[in-house]
C-alpha cells in the first residue's frame, strides 16, 4: 500500500481540513488542522475513519469586510505561523522575539556541522536567549534529539523556567533533592538521562564520581555549560571544585559529535591559562593557536563571540548597508547607573565594641603566630571572619563570637587557607554562594573557641545590645536612603552578605518605610523556587495598590543568574563586596535587558571609621567603576594583588589592637605596605584592562557581518512581520471586540502589580514605567470566544472578574503581562481567535476579519484585486540523524489591475500599501457583491501566476537555507524546497477608484 496523500498537502476528516505532515505512514497519516497549531496535531486510521482530498474553499462574496480587514486578516495569519518557511525554523514557534544582534551567535552555530562555541556577551545582554535559540533550532531542525544545561543549582529552576516558557522546551531538573524521585521511576539498567531527554543538571551534583560517568555514557547530544569560567583549572592551585567541574566538561568534549555551548560573561578572569583551558573544550587546537596570527583570529572567530553593550545599542544601522533604517534596532538598556556613596560613623558603643574586637583579634592571631604555620592561619581567616560580621550587623557578629571558625578544623596551613578563604572572600563562583551568606565562622555544633568563651561570650552579648537604628547608625542610615528613594519612585534590592544581616535589616525595616511599602527578605535558606515565589509574593503584595512599593533584601545568593528588572530598579550596597565584580553583579540583576528606567541608581553604604570599609571603597571598588566607565565592560580585579591588598588592610587594623608603643612603629609601616600593595595592584588592574582592551579588539565578532544579519532579519520579517504590525493588530482588533483599551505609554494611567515602573505617585521626572505605546486591555466583554482562548494563557479569573491585561512594547515582560511580539501567548491566542473567526462564517459575535471586502477609494487609479494568498511547502533538511521532511507555510500579498485574464500584475511594496489605503465613500452593497462575485469566478485565469510565484517563492527558500549553512558542504547536500499545489486563497479585496466605482461595477462587460 501506498501513501496516498504527500506531505503538505490537504485532506479532510473528522468534519474539517487538515495539512499532511511527513511522519504520515500508509496506514496513519499524521494531521495539523489547516491554520492549527502543532498542539492540536492528530493521528488518524484511513482504514477506520473516512479520509479524501480537499481543497481550500474560496472565500464568498457575501462576507464582505471593510477597508481594514484585509490587514487584520494577514497579521492574524503570520502571527498564528508556527512552522515558518526560513532557515531558522524555531523563530515562528518560540515565545520570544530575539533582537537582531542575537541572532549572531545563531547563525554562526548553523555554519558549524558540530556547533562549538563560546558566547561571552557581557551582563544583562542575552546569553540564555542565544543559548536557548540555538538549542531550539538544533531540535527544530533534527540535529539533536535532546540538551542538558549544566548550571548551579541556584540557577537550575531559573533555567528550566525560561526553557519553557521561551522555547518551549520541557526539561527535567536534576538536582541532589531530585535525583532520588527521577531513579525511583527508572527501569532496570535504565539511565534518567536515556528516560529523560532535556534537562537542566547541576553541575556540582553531576562532577561527583558517582553520577559522573553514568551521565558522560548518556549525555544528551547538546550541552549547554552556564557560568562556565568556574569550570575551567588554570593550575595545581585551582580549587578541588573547579578541577572536578573541569574534568567532567572535558569529558564530555571529548565526543567530537556533541554539540556543546559554553556560556560566560567573564571568559577571560586574568589567567590565561584558564582562558586557554576554556577554549580548549570547544576546539582542542584553540588552547594553543597563535592568537596573533591571522589564521588564528579566524579560528577563533568562528567559534567565539563576545559583545560588550555599547556594540549592540543600536546593531542595525544605514551603515551596515541596510540602505534605511527599516531594520535599525534599539535595545532597551538603561542607559547608565547613577552611583551614589554614603558615609556613616559608628555609634560610640559599637566603636568600642569594635576596638575591643580588634584587639582580641590581635591576641590571637599574634599567639597563634608563636605556635606554628597552621595556627597562624587559622587565626588570621577566624579574624577577618569577625571584622567583616562585626561591619555587617550586631546579629552577623554576635552569631560569628558564639561559634568557632570552620578553618579551625583544618589539619595544616593550606588547608586553613582553602577553608577560610571562601568563607571571608567573595568569590565570584556562582556555585560557592549557596549556603555561604551565613555569618562567618558558623557551623553547626556551635562549639566555642578553646580558652577564649567568657570573652567570646562577652563580646556578642554586647554586640547583641546594639540592634536597632538607635545604636547602630548603618541600619539608621539605610531607613533614610531608601525612604528616599521610595519617595522618587524606585523600587529598591539591599544587599546584605550574610543570612543574620539580611534577617535583621527587613526585620527592622518592617514599619519604618511607611505603610504602603511591603518588605520582603530572600536568603540562601529558601531553595531556589522559594526565593522567586517570595519575589513574586512581594510583587503581587505591592501590586495590589499602585502606589505601595516594595523593598526587597537579600544576599549575594541572588547576585548572579537572576532576572530582577522587571521588579525593582536601584540597587543598594549595604555590604560592601571585597571583590568589585560582586558589586557589578548584584547591579546587574537589575541593569539588563528589559529595565524600564533610563537610569538606575545605586547606593553604597560605607563606614568612614571602621577601618575596612574605606579602604577597600577606595581602592576596590571606586576604581572597579572608573574602569567599567572607561571601556563598558567590567575588569576582574587581579586576584593576587586584590588578596594582598585586603589582607594588608585587615593587617594594619589588627596591629591597631596592639600596644600602643607598638601602634606608632608598626602602624605607620602597615600603612605604607598598604599603600605599596595598593599601588602594585593599580598597576596589575591597568595592565589587566589594557590586555582585556587589546583582547575584545582582537576577538571581536568578525565571522558574522551586520549585513549578513540584516538580510536574515529582513527575510524573518517578510514572513512573520514587524513589531508594528502586531502592534496595530492587537490594538485594533481589540477594539473591534469591544475590548476596554486604556492608554499608559508617557506617563498616562497607573501601573500594575507586575509592572516594575513607579506607576501613580512618583515624583515628578522620576518616569511612570510605562513605554509609550503601552497599554491595558479589560476583555470581559469580548466574545465567549475570544476569552476561552485567552483564559489558559492569562488565567480564567483574571479574564471574567475584569482585571486589565498589561500590553507592553518591549518583549521582556514580567509575570502577568503580555508583550507586543508575534510570538506572545496572548498575541497568539488574539491572532488565532481573530483568523478562525473570519474563516468560519458561522461564528458568533462580531469578526473583525472578514475573507472579501470591495473598497471605493482614491488610493486607486483603476480596479485592483489584492489577493492574500497561503503557500505550503515541503522542505527536506539534511541533518546528522538523515534527512528530515518539513512542511511550512508562508502568507504572501498578491495584487494586480484590471480583470483577472488581462491582470497586470503590481510589486510587492504596491500591493503591500494597498493595505494602508482608505475607504474615501461607501460602496453600494449590491454593486459590491457583484464585483466580487465576477472576480471570484475567474480566479482560475491567475492559477498560473499564482503557482509560479510558489515556484520563486521556493527558490528563494532554498537559497536562503544554503546561505545560512553555506560553510560546510555536508550540512547542505540533499537540501530539497518544493511548493505544494494549489496554494490557497485565503482573502480577496477589490479596491475601485472613487470617481468610477459605479461605472466600473456596473459594467456589464469586463475591462481594465
Known amino acids: ?80 505561523f508556527r512552522s515558518g518557511a526560513g532557515p531558522f525554523r524555531s523563530l515562528a514557534g518560540i515565545a520570544v522575539e530575539p ?59 531559573q533555567w528550566q523556567a525560561e526553557l519553557r516558557t521561551k522555547f518551549g522546551i520541557d526539561a527535567e531538573l536534576v538536582l541532589a533533592s531530585t535525583v532520588s524521585r527521577l531513579e525511583r521511576g527508572l527501569e532496570l539498567g535504565q539511565s534518567l538521562f536515556d528516560k529523560h531527554p532535556n534537562v537542566v543538571v547541576s553541575t556540582d551534583f553531576i562532577k561527583s564520581t558517582r553520577h559522573r560517568d553514568d551521565f558522560v555514557r548518556h549525555c544528551p547530544e547538546l550541552v549547554i555549560v552556564d557560568e562556565a569560567h568556574t569550570c575551567v583549572a588554570a593550575d595545581d592551585n585551582t580549587s578541588a571544585q573547579n578541577q572536578l567541574r573541569y574534568e567532567l566538561l572535558r569529558r564530555i568534549a571529548a565526543a567530537e559529535d556533541r554539540h556543546l555551548l559554553l556560556v560566560t560573561a567573564t571568559p577571560h578572569s586574568g589567567k590565561e591559562s584558564a582562558f586557554r583551558n576554556l577554549l580548549g573544550l570547544v576546539r582542542p587546537e584553540l588552547a594553543t593557536v597563535d592568537m596573533d596570527s591571522p589564521r588564528g583570529r579566524e579560528l577563533l572567530a568562528r567559534h567565539f563571540v563576545q559583545r560588550k553593550r555599547a556594540d549592540i545599542r543600536q546593531y542595525l544601522t544605514k551603515e551596515d548597508g541596510l540602505g534605511d533604517d527599516s531594520l535599525a534596532e534599539r535595545t532597551a538598556f538603561p542607559s547608565d547607573r547613577y552611583f551614589k556613596d ?25 599567639a597563634a603566630g608563636e605556635q606554628g604555620k597552621r595556627e597562624a592561619r587559622i587565626a588570621w581567616w577566624s579574624a577577618i571572619a569577625l571584622l567583616r560580621s562585626l561591619v555587617s550587623s550586631p546579629r552577623a557578629a554576635a552569631q560569628t563570637l558564639r561559634t568557632r571558625s570552620a578553618a579551625a578544623a583544618a589539619a595544616s596551613a593550606e588547608e586553613a587557607d582553602r577553608l577560610g578563604a571562601p568563607l571571608t572572600r567573595d568569590s565570584a563562583d556562582n556555585d560557592t554562594l549557596e549556603g555561604l551568606d551565613v555569618a562567618p565562622g558558623a557551623e553547626t555544633d556551635g562549639t566555642p573557641v578553646e580558652g577564649a568563651g567568657a570573652r567570646l561570650a562577652e563580646l556578642a552579648e554586647r554586640a547583641a545590645a546594639l540592634e536597632g537604628p538607635a545604636e547602630d547608625v548603618k541600619l539608621k542610615s539605610l531607613i533614610k536612603h531608601l525612604k528616599a528613594l521610595l519617595a522618587d519612585g524606585y523600587h529598591p534590592i539591599v544587599f546584605c552578605r550574610y543570612i543574620p544581616t539580611a534577617e535583621y535589616v527587613a526585620e527592622h525595616l518592617e514599619g519604618k518605610l511607611g505603610a504602603r511599602t511591603v518588605v520582603k ?32 533584601v537579600a544576599t549575594d545568593c541572588l547576585s548572579e543568574g537572576v532576572n530582577l528588572q522587571h521588579w525593582f530598579d536601584a540597587v543598594v550596597h549595604y555590604d560592601l563586596a571585597w571583590n568589585p565584580t560582586r558589586h557589578d553583579q548584584r547591579e546587574g540583576r537589575v541593569d539588563r535587558y528589559g529595565q524600564k528606567r533610563d537610569e538606575v541608581r545605586v547606593i553604597t553604604l560605607y563606614g568612614s571609621d571602621n577601618g575596612i570599609d574605606g579602604k577597600v571603597l577606595e581602592v576596590l571598588i571606586k576604581k572597579h567603576r572608573q574602569i567599567r566607565k572607561d571601556l563598558g565592560i567590567s575588569v576582574s580585579v587581579p586576584d593576587e594583588s586584590s588578596t594582598a591588598v585586603t589582607d594588608a588592610i585587615v593587617e594594619w587594623l589588627l596591629l591597631r589592637g596592639q600596644q600602643a608603643e607598638q601602634e606608632g612603629l608598626f602602624g605607620l609601616e602597615a600603612l605604607e605596605a598598604l599603600d605599596a600593595k595598593a599601588a602594585q595592584l593599580e598597576t596589575d588592574w591597568k595592565s589587566a584592562a589594557e590586555q582585556e582592551t587589546t583582547s575584545r579588539s582582537k576577538f571581536a565578532q568578525r565571522a558574522i557581518h551586520p549585513e549578513e544579519v540584516a538580510r536574515e532579519v529582513a527575510a524573518i520579517r517578510d514572513t512573520l512581520g514587524r513589531a508594528d504590525e502586531v502592534q496595530d493588530f492587537v490594538r485594533h482588533s481589540l477594539a473591534a471586540l469591544e475590548a476596554h483599551v486604556v492608554e499608559l505609554g508617557d506617563g498616562a494611567g497607573t501601573g500594575t502589580g507586575s509592572s516594575s515602573g513607579s506607576g501613580a505617585g512618583s515624583a515628578p521626572g522620576s518616569g511612570s514605567g510605562f513605554a509609550s505605546g503601552d497599554f491595558t486591555a479589560e476583555v470581559s466583554g469580548t466574545p465567549a470566544g475570544l476569552r476561552d482562548a485567552l483564559a489558559p494563557v492569562v488565567g480564567a479569573g483574571l479574564v471574567e472578574n475584569g482585571k486589565p491585561i498589561p500590553f507592553r512594547t518591549t518583549s521582556a515582560v514580567a509575570r502577568g503581562e503580555a508583550a507586543l511580539v508575534r510570538t506572545d501567548p496572548v498575541v497568539g491566542a488574539l491572532a488565532s481567535h481573530v483568523l478562525n473567526a473570519a474563516l468560519d462564517t458561522q461564528a458568533e459575535g462580531r469578526r473583525p476579519a472578514r475573507r472579501c471586502g470591495v473598497i471605493t477609494t482614491t488610493a486607486v487609479t483603476a480596479r485592483t484585486t489584492l489577493l492574500l494568498v497561503r503557500y505550503r511547502f515541503h522542505l527536506t533538511l539534511p541533518s ?7 512542511v511550512a507555510e508562508d502568507a504572501r500579498l498578491l495584487a494586480f489591475q484590471g480583470a483577472p485574464k488581462n491582470a497586470a500584475w503590481l510589486t510587492q511594496d504596491q500591493a503591500l500599501a494597498l493595505l494602508e489605503a482608505e475607504a474615501s465613500e461607501n460602496t453600494d452593497p449590491y454593486f459590491g457583491e457583484r464585483t466580487m462575485t465576477r472576480i471570484l469566478d475567474q480566479l482560475t485565469e491567475i492559477t498560473a501566476h499564482l503557482e509560479g510565484y510558489g515556484e520563486d517563492l521556493a527558490s528563494e527558500l532554498y537559497d536562503s537555507h544554503r546561505r545560512v549553512r553555506r560553510a560546510s558542504d555536508e550540512i547542505v547536500r540533499g537540501l530539497r524546497v518544493t511548493a505544494q499545489k494549489p496554494a490557497d486563497v485565503l482573502g480577496a479585496y477589490v479596491y475601485l ?12 462587460g469586463e475591462h481594465a
Not at 529 to 552: F, K, M, P, S, W
Not at 993 to 1004: F, G, H, L, R
Open 1 to 80: 500500500m501506498t501513501l496516498t496523500y504527500s506531505a503538505g498537502s490537504l485532506v479532510t476528516a473528522r468534519g474539517r481540513e487538515w495539512v499532511v505532515l511527513p511522519e504520515s505512514a500508509p496506514d496513519m497519516l499524521v494531521l495539523r488542522p489547516l491554520g492549527g497549531s502543532d498542539d492540536d496535531i492528530a493521528a488518524v486510521f484511513p482504514a477506520f475513519e473516512e479520509v479524501a482530498g480537499a481543497e481550500f474553499a474560496p472565500p464568498s462574496p457575501t462576507d464582505l469586510g471593510d477597508a481594514r480587514a484585509a490587514g487584520l486578516l494577514r497579521s492574524a495569519l503570520r502571527i498564528g
Open 99 to 157: 533582537r537582531a544582534y542575537q541572532l549572531v551567535p545563531l547563525l554562526m552555530a548553523l555554519r558549524q556541522k558540530t556547533v562549538r562555541m563560546l558566547i561571552s556577551d557581557d551582563v544583562g545582554i542575552g546569553k540564555t536567549v542565544e543559548a536557548g535559540l540555538i538549542a531550539s533550532e538544533l531540535l527544530a531542525q533534527g540535529e539533536t534529539r535532546g540538551l542538558a544545561v549544566l548550571c548551579s543549582p541556584a540557577l537550575a529552576e
Open 342 to 366: 554614603e558615609t556613616y560613623k559608628l555609634s560610640p558603643a559599637y566603636r568600642a565594641l569594635l576596638e575591643d574586637a580588634i584587639a582580641y583579634a590581635s591576641e590571637r592571631v599574634e
Open 521 to 552: 527578605a530572600v536568603t540562601g535558606t529558601l531553595s531556589p523556587q522559594q526565593r522567586v515565589e517570595r519575589i513574586e509574593e512581594l510583587a503581587a503584595e505591592a501590586g495590589q495598590d499602585t502606589a505601595a512599593r516594595r523593598v526587597l
Open 880 to 886: 546528522r540523524q538523515g534527512e528530515k521532511q518539513l
Open 993 to 1004: 477608484p472613487a470617481t468610477t466605482a459605479a461605472a466600473v461595477t456596473a459594467a456589464p
